[in-house]
């Protein structure tokens, strides 16, 4: 494509292709805990850190990891001391992060509706080469972190009372998935938004479950749609003209389909082979 020979469009692509490779296998752990919603409420956590950015004159993307760390981190020693359920602190950071973000978007002087718009639904085209160091330092770092974790982290998500009693170190682990998910949000914000961006942690997971039962086949496949997605993402969107983060989900959405009609179709392929296996033989007529 010829596109491709400008350097924007290589930092799109190189920045789409390292989220795309990241968020599925971090995402895979929460749709394990049923936190699938989490993306969503540290995304807006992370709205306040881009305001808080933007009032102090500061880098709108440090300060977002920097805030939504803190959100993430602070949910979880909630949510693990029982005092709010887990629901209810996601609903906290939600509504939380939104309100703080709006506020301090509008008191500064900084701020516009176009610069808002490029982190709340992604803006790749205007990544810069220092942005790319930045996405791919801390993405090299969350991906190396889950796979290296993966057993004890399994562990965790599967029972959380059993990796206790097994002497895992279950808050530090919490911890952990915790500062990822913030690290991971806060760099995928510029290619697919902070609204956006939960989708492609669940979405290629979702879609890697309809067709595969173990859990490294799993975690495989979902991180392969996730790049496939988000590659195809930008340059479908590059050649239509549509936005790469909502191009990106769609397409995700378009394997969980397909992945789902696979599964489907194979399952009543193999319904009348079982069936017919089950089925008692007839009974035997002895000859006098």
């Given at each position: 494509m010829e596109l491709l020979a400008y350097p924007f469009m290589l930092r799109a692509l190189a920045g789409a292709l390292i989220i795309g490779l990241v968020a599925p296998a971090l995402g895979i752990y929460l749709v394990q805990r049923r936190l699938s919603l989490i993306g969503d409420g540290i995304g807006h956590v992370a709205l306040t850190g881009v305001g808080l950015g933007l009032l102090t004159d500061n880098s709108p993307v440090v300060t977002a990891v920097l805030v939504a760390t803190i959100g993430a981190v602070g949910v979880e020693l909630i949510r693990e001391r029982g005092r709010t359920s887990g629901d209810l602190a996601l609903a906290l950071?939600?509504?939380?992060?939104?309100?703080?973000g709006v506020v301090l978007v509008g008191l500064s002087d900084n701020s516009s509706n176009a610069n808002l718009m490029q982190y709340l639904f992604g803006s790749l085209i205007t990544t810069s080469a220092q942005d790319i160091?930045?996405?791919?330092?801390?993405?090299?770092?969350?991906?190396?972190?889950?796979?290296?974790?993966?057993p004890a982290l399994f562990a965790l998500c599967n029972d959380e009372e059993y990796a206790k009693v097994s002497g895992l170190p279950v808050r530090t682990l919490n911890i952990l998935l915790a500062v990822t998910t913030a690290i991971t949000v806060t760099i995928a914000m510029r290619t697919v938004g902070l609204l956006l961006v939960s989708a492609l942690m669940v979405v290629p997971v979702a879609a890697a479950q309809q067709v595969t039962r173990g859990f490294k086949g799993t975690m495989a496949l979902a991180m392969l749609v996730g790049v496939g997605s988000a590659g195809a993402g930008i340059l479908v969107s590059a050649e239509a003209d549509t936005a790469p983060g909502a191009t990106t989900v769609l397409l995700a959405l378009a394997a969980f389909l397909g992945t789902a009609i696979t599964a489907t179709v194979r399952g009543r392929l193999r319904r009348p082979a079982r069936a017919a296996?089950?089925?008692?033989?007839p009974d035997v007529v002895l000859q006098s």
């Open positions: 950071l939600f509504y939380g992060g939104i309100a703080g160091v930045v996405i791919g330092v801390l993405g090299t770092a969350v991906l190396v972190a889950m796979l290296v974790f993966r296996a089950d089925t008692e033989p």
